[in-house]
């Protein structure tokens, strides 16, 4: 699994003309799911962005999570963050989990960031053509992949 996590002042997702969903102050999060992801490696980015320290504290300093900065999270299905771009122009998508994978694990972890969080995470729409804006507060941009979990 890869995330692009972005902080954000806000964030919002329409589809086919209409918002779909909104947060203000928190994290999008952009999920790709790849072939032999597990629920291990949701659990271990679920924990790493629950404990993520990218908001500021008092002296302005990115020092404390989610959590302890009452942020609110957004979570987009994204399956071209798994693009290969090595051979030629037209990246390939070779690596991505198909549907019946990449759905119910992309359901599990909206549901257990929510539990972590304990606070709603607003969604896309799976497999949806989707306009997502975002107001990038920083900006402050991460990419985090199970598999490499540094």
Do not use: C
């Not at 890869?2 to 329409?14: G, I, K, L, N, T």
């Not at 999060?29 to 629920?39: A, F, K, M, N, W």
């Amino acid at each position: 699994m890869r995330v692009v996590v972005q902080r954000v002042r806000s964030a919002s997702v329409e589809i086919d003309g209409k918002e779909f969903s909104r947060i203000g102050p928190g994290i999008l999060v952009l999920l790709g799911v790849e072939h032999g992801d597990t629920d291990e490696d949701a659990a271990w980015l679920v924990r790493k962005l629950a404990a993520l320290r990218i908001f500021d504290d008092a002296d302005g300093v990115m020092n404390i999570n989610i959590g302890d900065a009452d942020g609110q999270a957004m979570v987009v299905s994204q399956f071209t963050l798994h693009a290969s771009t090595r051979k030629g122009n037209r990246p390939s998508y070779i690596r991505a989990a198909a549907e019946p994978l990449s759905r119910p694990m992309y359901e599990k972890f909206v549901a257990m960031l929510q539990e972590a969080i304990a606070r709603p995470v607003a969604t896309g729409r799976f497999g949806a053509d989707m306009q997502v804006a975002l107001v990038n507060d920083g900006p402050v941009s991460i990419i985090i992949d199970s598999k490499l979990r540094e």
